[in-house]
């Protein structure tokens, strides 16, 4: 069962209409203000505690800690996770394979990692918010 410990959850302003909680967020156009992600690469901030049904409405984001978490589909605890671009769904990061040479072929913007597993999508999971990034 998804739990949260939540160390610094802060409250911003949403750039748009958030109808799902627990959805990856990043930094809006605007001072104190997010946005759902919106494009390749985007860099992750947080997950929202609530939802916004207007523009200008307070959203509380957890920044650091373990917070709840929606899945776009099926995911394995342990795995780095990304913010899917329109929703903040959580997905898996692409995996680094074996025969990797070290150019850069890919930049991920790592949000979290999965504490346990999601059958399929809207399952909602505890992740860990590590923000990191991944190059391969």
């Known amino acids: 069962m998804a739990h949260e410990i ?10 748009n209409v958030m109808a799902e909680k627990y959805v990856v967020v990043e930094l809006g156009t605007n001072a104190g203000e997010v946005d759902l992600p919106d494009g ?24 650091v800690g373990v917070s709840k978490g929606v899945a776009n589909a099926a995911i394995s605890k ?25 150019t850069t072929a890919s930049t991920e913007h790592i949000i979290a990692i999965a504490l346990e597993a999601a059958g399929s999508a809207g399952d909602i999971i505890s992740v860990l918010i590590r923000p990191m990034l991944l190059t391969h």
């Not at 609530?50 to 200008?56: F, L, P, R």
């Open 6 to 15: 939540k160390l610094l959850e802060t409250p911003f302003v949403a750039e």
């Open 78 to 102: 342990g795995d780095y996770l990304v913010g899917v671009v329109t929703t903040g769904r959580l997905a898996t990061a692409p995996a680094i394979s074996s025969t990797w040479t070290g």
């Open 40 to 63: 390749a690469n985007d860099k992750p901030l947080g997950i929202i505690q609530n939802t916004v049904s207007a523009i200008g409405q307070a959203v509380n984001v957890c920044i």
